[in-house]
């Protein structure tokens, strides 16, 4: 299988927020993202957890 099911990390508190999935033969570098996080109340990056 392909997909792989990630878990997003605060880069700010370190709160694990939100779940997604990446194509591991496609997108082989972490993956960063733009969220909201509640702990920090603003958006913050969010990278992929280890």
Do not use: Q
Request: charged share 40%.
């Amino acid at each position: 299988m392909a997909r792989e099911n990630i878990t997003f990390k605060c880069s700010v508190c370190g709160e694990e927020n939100y779940i997604g999935t990446r194509n591991k033969r496609k997108h082989t570098e972490k993956m960063e993202i733009k969220k909201y996080c509640p702990v920090c109340r603003k958006k913050t990056v969010h990278k992929e957890k280890k």
